[in-house]
């Protein structure tokens, strides 16, 4: 008897449990009205093929928004992450304007590598490989001398470089992201007043206003909902704006995500450094960045080709490197005519000139133009959910009981970073550039994107098939998340050796 009064319990249990997590997985699925109000329209075949057939004859070039591009200024260039997505579109866009090639320097961790700089004016730029996390490597790239012909000109820092994790979130794992994106911002500050420059702009992140998604309601209200009014999970969806940087900063575990964490505080190292004499602001582009080879949001899903997702109704504001470039020279021309500019010291987010999409659009892009195969899975949102806490819970066993790390295989691949913090920067977002959109008289910076996003992801596709031509598989490409692993590697090793050294 007893063990039957067991066995009804533990079933029913069961049950319950299957039921509630049943539900949680039908909310993850839903689109709320309020989101598909903003987003309303999808990507059709049709659509996209004559996208693709524009843009295979006529593609976007730099010539194409010459005239957007602000006025040349009579200065010196420092780019951190200058071969970079963003660094690299900054110093096309200074080429174009007529910057000579001698009055820009790259300050970058790895060779040039972008096929659009590898020619021409770009390829004649001084590239000084660094490691920003290194206050010595950062000052002798900016006291380098410079040729006699600019050395007299002012001087303006873009700082993009950074490291992207996406999804850890513990903070005994933070140390990449605080060395890297928050000791190297410090690093980058303190070596441009040294060598007195009145200009520094960073590239900042939208996802700093993300806060973490509550997966977890209550069984009661899950459970006794309809399918026609089902709860919505906290944070679930969110606006990406500016608002948190005049709030108190959050903690820790109010980011999805140290890389976040790691953001928001550079961005404030930034601003707060303010003056006349340094004149600081920084660019927030919207989430996620792309535009070009190895980028992660579509290059890294082309390279998939069996690609798996929970998140295929999720509404995004994406946003192209060129514009974000852009915004980037758009602040600095604003900060050199006016040294009192209101607009100093503060973030402007930045997005593409049109709607937010879904990544299902993506997906549908990508399945409709792409010359290599790609096959969409769609998993349970929630399994995923489940996997990542698991993935999570299994990867910071040797960091916190170091001898495991001999004894416990180490997750790789695109598992290692199935971690709850993903699910928190892929949900549902709509970002808003009013104020950088605003007129510069008006405290805004005048921005206004070139490229929409349905442009700018059928160009990539077009460049994709251009790259793949005759190839049945997808080549592999070195991503910003595969390049911090490897940077993560290379900090973990020159550890060891200078531990062996003492």
Same mark, same amino acid.
């Given at each position: ?22 539900? @949680? ?7 709320? $009205? &309020?989101?598909? *109000?903003?987003?309303? %329209?999808? /990507? ?82 001084? @590239? ?7 206050? $010595? &490597?950062?000052? *002798?790239?900016?006291? %380098?001398? /410079? ?82 009014? @089902? ?11 500016? *608002? ?259």
């Amino acid at each position: 008897m007893v063990f039957l009064m067991v066995a009804v319990c533990a079933a029913s249990l069961s049950f319950l449990t299957y039921t509630y997590l049943a539900r @949680l997985n039908r909310i993850l699925l839903n689109t709320p $009205e &309020s989101i598909q *109000k903003v987003s309303p %329209k999808r /990507w059709t075949k049709d659509e996209l093929r004559q996208t693709y057939q524009r843009l295979e004859k006529n593609p976007i070039t730099i010539k194409d928004y010459a005239s957007r591009i602000p006025p040349k200024l009579d200065r010196r260039y420092i780019i951190t992450g200058g071969s970079g997505l963003v660094g690299g579109y900054i110093v096309l866009q200074l080429l174009e304007r007529g910057q000579p090639p001698e009055s820009i320097r790259i300050v970058e961790f790895r060779p040039l590598s972008r096929a659009d700089m590898l020619n021409g004016p770009a390829s004649t730029v001084d @590239l000084v490989n660094t490691d920003i996390s290194s206050a $010595e &490597s950062t000052n *002798k790239a900016f006291e %380098k001398p /410079w040729p006699s012909s600019v050395a007299h000109l002012p001087l303006t820092v873009f700082h993009t470089a950074a490291v992207i994790t996406p999804s850890d979130r513990s903070k005994l794992v933070y140390g990449l992201c605080e060395s890297v994106n928050e000791r190297g911002t410090q690093n980058i500050l303190n070596a441009a007043r040294k060598v007195g420059a009145d200009i520094l702009i960073s590239t900042s992140s939208g996802s700093i206003s993300i806060r973490p998604i509550k997966l977890w309601i209550s069984p009661w209200k899950a459970l006794t909902s309809s399918n026609a009014n @089902l709860p919505e999970m906290k944070n679930r969806l969110q606006i990406m704006d500016e *608002k948190d940087f005049f709030e108190p900063p959050r903690k820790h575990e109010e980011h999805f995500a140290n890389y976040a964490v790691s953001k928001a505080r550079a961005e404030r190292i930034v601003c707060k450094a303010n003056s006349p004499e340094l004149r600081t602001g920084s660019i927030r582009p919207a989430n996620g960045v792309y535009g070009q080879p190895g980028d992660n949001t579509l290059w890294g899903t082309l390279a998939m080709g069996d690609c798996p997702t929970w998140c295929a109704n999720v509404i995004q504001p994406f946003v192209h490197g060129i514009n974000v470039a852009l915004a980037h020279l758009d602040y600095e021309a604003v900060l050199a005519s006016n040294p009192r500019a209101p607009q100093a010291g503060r973030p402007f987010v930045v997005t593409d000139p049109s709607p937010p999409v879904s990544y299902l659009d993506m997906y549908q892009a990508i399945g409709t133009l792409s010359n290599t195969p790609f096959r969409l899975k769609l998993v349970p949102p929630i399994t995923m959910w489940l996997l990542s806490y698991a993935v999570e819970w299994y990867s910071l066993l040797p960091v916190k009981y170091p001898f495991l790390k001999r004894m416990l295989p180490e997750v790789k691949g695109d598992l290692r970073h199935m971690k709850p913090g993903l699910f928190s920067v892929t949900t549902h977002i709509v970002a808003t550039n009013d104020n950088a959109s605003r007129r510069v008289e008006e405290g805004g910076l005048g921005y206004t994107g070139v490229v929409t996003t349905l442009e700018g992801m059928v160009q990539e596709i077009v460049e994709w098939n251009i790259e793949h031509k005759g190839h049945k598989q997808a080549k592999k490409f070195q991503t910003s998340v595969s390049l911090a692993d490897e940077i993560a590697k290379a900090a973990e090793a020159a550890a060891v050796m200078e531990k062996l050294g003492k």
